[in-house]
């Protein structure tokens, strides 16, 4: 699908690199793996370009949680859903009965919606714009015992880069615990997007006695973008 509609104030699609500002210009030169359909008119502003997860990345993502999901797992809660990377794969994978994407920036929902049009899955979504630690309990918490929680949260920044082993319980503006207790209240089936350099100690203090957890490494072009933390049923124990 290829949209032609001019994005509101404060939302972009650049075409010339001579637009794109310093800051994000590395990302607008990747934008292809990003998103493929990026010449299609996909919709950014400035400040997504730094949370939104490569496609061939979020494809393989929503390809092993559809694989790790008990079949009795039918919504999938995308969190942190951004400019739309992860929701778009999630839909477009065809596994879930509903798909409840959460985005704190209007402007930044605008997008992601947007986005999905360009995909066409638009309509398979259900957009809540909104904090989704108020939003889950209160209008999610029903859906919870058949939900998959997926939360690609912000990592405050690429700094994280600069560090060989990440500190997260420093993540801004939200740290590991800050998003991992009230996700796992609403449902022990959680999936998190976290930096490649996370410290895995971390990780594993989260598990329950005699529990394991699944952490995948997520690459392109032989190096880490991310990685996943599986919890509950997902953890292949």
Known sequence: MT????????IQHYDSATDVPFEVSKYWHQR????SK???GIWMTDSAWFGVTPEPVATRIAADIARLAPPSKTVLVDAFCGAGGNTIAFALSGRWKQIFAVEKDPKVLAC???????????KKIFWIQ?????????RLKQAGKNAVIFGSPPWGGPTYADYEVYDLSVMQPYSLLDIYKPFAAISKDVVLYLPRTSDLR????LAKPGERLKVTHYCMYGASKALCVFFGSLNGG
């Not at 292809?32 to 998103?35: L, P, T």
């Not at 909104?130 to 209160?138: H, I, R, T, Y």
Request: glycine share 8%; no cysteine; charged share 25%.
């Open 32 to 35: 292809y793996n990003i998103f």
């Open 38 to 40: 990026y010449d299609d």
């Open 202 to 205: 971390q990780l594993a203090q």
């Open 3 to 10: 949209t032609n509609a001019d994005p509101p104030e404060g």
């Open 112 to 122: 992601a919606k947007h986005n999905a049009e360009v995909y066409g899955v638009a």
């Open 130 to 138: 909104g904090d989704v630690f108020a939003e889950l309990p209160k």
